[in-house]
């Protein structure tokens, strides 16, 4: 999940980035949602520093990850958890426990991994197995999905990566005709809402009118198919929101008091029954939306079932999930920036849609530097999955800024991405919102941005767990960012906290003048 802005002021003290030589490595192919093939590169770093031993422990059975979950969500907070134990132990590499631990999770032992030098060796699928890490050291019921394993609890050298992965390309190239116009229609019908709200009571909460835009635009733009044309209606954000929170509940605090969370959504896993028929509705609006997609499936030696749950958590797990992080993320960020950045914004993108006769394109897109920096800038400073896993497949050393460490086989890796993508040295002034950070030179850092579980410069393959949607989510953020200056000068806003990232809300809405 989405983390809010932190501050990490001693890192700087102790981080020191090394030099990194790479050796040649097979080059996988990848397909993504304009339809074109590219080639991925890798690298690999030899050790060049001195191995020490990882600091931090585990404390007693028990109740030693029960403290853990108390500092993680009540005592300390989740920034502060990381941000003391850093400076506890002078290192971004430490031992601890993570949430859910007891009695949710078997072991709730990880090696935690904070800065950009360790954390990228989670992506290395040669070095660690993903198989069941997807919510980290614990795995909802498969009785939330029908029965399967989904395609986010698979390793790539499970048979079915390959077949469901191949699936979800299918599903981006064959839509990839959809996607702009139908951004533009229903992004249309949220900001008309929010017009009306302020007008109406002179603000404006962003939330509800995301969550049904965001719905709209993946069941029309992925598969055709209006909701409100069918028995699922308006129902599907509220329906998603209640199937993800029950499984998501072990490792998210509701803001409730902890006497009643910690027995109540910490210590034993919520009951799949109560969400069921939630489930079924979206299920049965799945099966009926993707008929195209489901034939193909059974092309590939897919049954339509498992095509189905899988096509279900692909949308609304992980594809409506990060819109209703990332665009508030990014409506608060570029809300921050003021005037100055709200006008440059306006500028490049109507004069580059101007010059292109009045039409976007993804060509045109291109040619806005500032807008698409602003993207990127946003996917770094609050990345939409803030946490990621994997369990060592092998003795292996990992290597942070200053030193390197020995991690054995079966041994559980943990990142916190913000703390990453706000290393200080690899970013400038990582704590602040650089909308132009990535224009010119500053696309080099690109490879630092790691939202989509992988690097930024790199794609998703077959036979990694890089996110098969990464281009289709970075197309929509995109679209979010010139619809709204297409239309509008400028925003004001109120923001404050919530289970999944920012609550925005709207207090003003400038029309365009030019």
Same mark, same amino acid.
Request: glycine residues 6%; neutral net charge; proline residues 7%.
């Given at each position: 999940?989405?983390?809010? $802005?932190?501050?990490f002021?001693?890192?700087?003290?102790?981080?020191?980035?090394?030099?990194?030589?790479?050796?040649?490595?097979?080059?996988?192919?990848?397909?993504?949602? $304009?339809?074109?093939?590219?080639?991925?590169?890798?690298s690999?770093?030899p050790?060049?520093?001195?191995?020490?031993?990882?600091?931090?422990?585990? =404390?007693?059975p028990?109740?030693?990850?029960?403290?853990?979950?108390?500092d993680?969500?009540?005592y300390?907070?989740k920034?502060?958890f990381?941000r003391?134990?850093?400076?506890?132990?002078? $290192?971004?590499?430490?031992?601890?426990?993570?949430?859910?631990?007891?009695?949710i999770?078997?072991n709730?032992?990880?090696?935690?991994?904070?800065?950009?030098?360790?954390?990228?060796?989670?992506?290395?699928?040669?070095?660690?197995?993903?198989?069941?890490?997807?919510?980290?050291?614990?795995?909802?019921?498969?009785?939330?999905?029908?029965g399967?394993?989904?395609?986010?609890?698979?390793?790539?050298?499970? *048979?079915?990566? /390959?077949?469901?992965?191949?699936? &979800?390309?299918? &599903?981006?190239?064959?839509?990839?005709?959809?996607?702009?116009?139908?951004?533009?229609?229903?992004?249309?019908?949220?900001?008309?809402?929010?017009e009306?709200?302020?007008?109406?009571?002179?603000?404006a909460s962003?939330?509800?009118?995301?969550?049904?835009a965001?719905?709209?635009?993946?069941?029309?733009?992925?598969?055709?198919?209006?909701?409100?044309?069918t028995?699922?209606?308006?129902?599907?954000?509220? &329906?998603?929101?209640?199937?993800?929170?029950?499984? &998501?509940?072990?490792?998210?605090?509701? =803001?409730?008091?902890?006497?009643?969370?910690?027995?109540?959504?910490?210590?034993?896993?919520?009951?799949?029954f109560?969400?069921?028929?939630?489930?079924?509705?979206?299920?049965?609006?799945?099966?009926?939306?993707?008929?195209?997609?489901?034939?193909?499936?059974?092309?590939?030696?897919?049954?339509?079932?498992?095509?189905?749950?899988?096509?279900?958590?692909?949308?609304?797990?992980?594809?409506?999930? =990060?819109?209703?992080?990332?665009?508030?993320?990014?409506?608060?960020?570029?809300?921050?920036?003021?005037?100055k950045?709200?006008?440059?914004?306006a500028? @490049?993108?109507?004069?580059?849609?101007?010059?292109?006769? =009045?039409?976007?394109?993804?060509?045109?897109?291109?040619?806005?530097?500032?807008?698409k920096?602003?993207?990127?800038?946003?996917?770094?400073?609050?990345?939409?999955?803030?946490?990621?896993?994997?369990?060592?497949?092998?003795?292996?050393?990992?290597?942070?800024?200053?030193?390197?460490?020995?991690?054995?086989?079966?041994?559980m890796?943990?990142g916190?991405?913000?703390?990453?993508?706000?290393?200080p040295?690899?970013?400038?002034?990582? @704590?602040?919102?650089?909308?132009?950070?990535?224009?010119? @030179?500053?696309?080099?850092?690109?490879?630092?941005?790691?939202?989509?579980?992988?690097?930024? /410069?790199?794609? *998703? /393959?077959?036979?990694?767990?890089?996110?098969?949607?990464?281009?289709?989510?970075?197309?929509?953020?995109?679209?979010?960012?010139?619809?709204?200056?297409?239309?509008?000068?400028?925003?004001?806003i109120?923001?404050?906290?919530?289970?999944?990232?920012?609550?925005?809300?709207?207090?003003?809405?400038?029309?365009?003048?030019?």
């Amino acid at each position: 999940m989405a983390s809010p $802005s932190l501050t990490f002021p001693t890192q700087q003290q102790f981080l020191t980035p090394t030099n990194t030589k790479s050796s040649k490595r097979k080059l996988p192919v990848s397909a993504s949602v $304009s339809g074109k093939e590219s080639v991925v590169p890798a690298s690999q770093s030899p050790v060049t520093l001195p191995i020490e031993k990882i600091p931090g422990d585990y =404390g007693l059975p028990i109740i030693g990850p029960i403290k853990d979950r108390l500092d993680y969500f009540y005592y300390q907070k989740k920034d502060e958890f990381f941000r003391s134990r850093v400076q506890k132990y002078q $290192s971004t590499v430490f031992r601890a426990n993570m949430p859910p631990g007891p009695f949710i999770a078997s072991n709730s032992k990880v090696i935690v991994l904070l800065d950009g030098k360790s954390f990228p060796v989670l992506f290395d699928v040669s070095k660690v197995e993903k198989k069941d890490v997807f919510t980290g050291t614990f795995m909802p019921s498969t009785d939330f999905t029908g029965g399967y394993r989904i395609l986010s609890y698979l390793d790539p050298s499970e *048979p079915s990566h /390959t077949k469901l992965k191949r699936l &979800l390309f299918f &599903l981006l190239t064959n839509s990839r005709d959809r996607v702009l116009p139908e951004f533009h229609s229903c992004f249309t019908d949220l900001f008309d809402t929010l017009e009306s709200e302020l007008a109406a009571n002179g603000k404006a909460s962003f939330a509800d009118p995301n969550d049904q835009a965001s719905f709209n635009f993946l069941a029309r733009a992925l598969f055709g198919t209006k909701p409100a044309d069918t028995k699922l209606g308006t129902e599907g954000p509220g &329906l998603i929101t209640k199937w993800v929170l029950f499984q &998501l509940a072990p490792i998210l605090t509701l =803001g409730l008091p902890k006497i009643i969370e910690e027995p109540l959504i910490h210590t034993f896993p919520l009951p799949p029954f109560l969400a069921k028929s939630s489930y079924k509705k979206l299920y049965d609006f799945f099966y009926d939306a993707s008929t195209d997609v489901l034939d193909e499936a059974e092309k590939m030696g897919i049954s339509r079932e498992e095509a189905c749950h899988n096509l279900l958590f692909a949308t609304c797990f992980n594809s409506f999930g =990060g819109m209703k992080i990332i665009f508030p993320a990014i409506l608060k960020w570029v809300g921050r920036g003021g005037a100055k950045l709200h006008t440059q914004l306006a500028q @490049e993108i109507r004069s580059v849609v101007k010059s292109n006769g =009045g039409k976007l394109t993804m060509a045109a897109m291109e040619q806005m530097p500032l807008m698409k920096s602003t993207v990127y800038e946003a996917f770094r400073i609050e990345p939409p999955v803030a946490l990621q896993y994997g369990k060592a497949k092998k003795d292996l050393v990992i290597e942070s800024h200053d030193a390197a460490y020995q991690v054995k086989e079966g041994e559980m890796l943990f990142g916190y991405q913000p703390f990453a993508t706000k290393d200080p040295k690899i970013f400038d002034r990582p @704590e602040e919102f650089v909308a132009e950070r990535f224009v010119g @030179e500053g696309e080099k850092l690109l490879k630092h941005v790691l939202w989509s579980n992988g690097p930024e /410069t790199e794609s *998703p /393959t077959l036979d990694n767990k890089q996110c098969a949607g990464k281009d289709f989510v970075v197309l929509a953020a995109r679209l979010f960012i010139v619809d709204l200056f297409l239309r509008y000068d400028s925003f004001d806003i109120e923001v404050t906290s919530s289970v999944l990232g920012s609550a925005v809300t709207l207090t003003s809405l400038k029309r365009a003048t030019f």
